[in-house]
């Protein structure tokens, strides 16, 4: 128990570097990018030197890069991120949090969707390896995993949007309504999926092949027991560990990808409010959306390393004190 209790304390130890380290290099590469986010505030029209002084002191621009980072660093660590360059001056957070339901929205089903889709795949053409059905799983999956996301989903428009005329393209309800019509969300779920799905087909093959030669195969087999009962009750459970790393693995994968797939789709949720904020040069709410991705995934990360600890038996043992007296002697 003392210790699994020291490495789960060196991962949030390591985890929180990691952390400090992101903000630093992103903070650091926004003061370097180029442009003016003084001009970007007020849009095209002439500035005066009084209005670019005057603005420069109210966000804070004329202080020194370092000063300003280590009010910055602190401010984050006290869970404030800051207020949005503009005329409403909203808190960032409060920016992100209004946004993050809807890239909720298609992140979860598309996490859902790609995990469950990627084992079950997984399973039947590891099952019948070398044969048509294994063939055309294998096919598929390579073929979605080298499509990009956003050609896919102009794909998809153009396929079920404008050709067919099944579902909208854009938004995520209809003109002038708030919340969301799920007919919208469709064809961004099966997107944001798509490469997810592909990789754990992958893997979960490459598991399952190697669980199905283990010699406890064959003892159910001699056993009596039919295909689908070694397939799904004794193969199964041991190759889904290795989905365990990478269905954690692949949420901050999902996250990261929902920016172009929301641009695409025109679906207001973090990832096009990430880009909107690039091109206006939003500095704060770039690094605010950084943030909270970063501490998302950092979170899975360690709820995945927790997770892995619980169900494989072998780091189970290893953490054992049994383990450590025998390994002692």
Known sequence: MRARLVHY????????????????????????APGDPIQALVGDVPL???????????????????????TYLGNVLTGNLGY??????EPVLDIIMSRAGKTLALAVPAFVISTTGGIVLGSIAARTRKRWLDGGISALAVGLFSVPNFWLGMLLILTFSITLGWLPTQGSAPFGQSGIDWRYAILPIITMASTELAYKTRIMRS???????????????????????????????????PMVTVAGYSLGFIFAGSALVERVFGWPGMGLLFIDSIDRQNNMVVLGIVIVLTITIIVVNILTDVVYGIVDPRLRAQFSPKNKKEVAA
Request: charged share 20%; net charge negative.
């Open 9 to 32: 304390a060196r991962l949030l130890v390591s985890s929180f570097i990691l952390f400090i380290a992101v903000v630093t290099t992103l903070f650091f590469l926004l003061e370097l």
């Open 48 to 70: 005066s030197d009084e209005l670019r002084e005057r603005l420069t002191v109210v966000y804070g621009l004329d202080r020194p890069v370092f000063e300003r980072y280590l």
């Open 207 to 241: 598991s399952m092949i190697e669980s199905l030669g283990q010699d406890f195969i064959d003892t159910a087999r001699s056993k009596g027991l039919t295909s689908a009962q070694i397939l799904w009750r004794h193969a199964l459970p041991n190759a889904l560990l």
């Open 84 to 89: 949005s360059v503009g005329t409403n001056n």
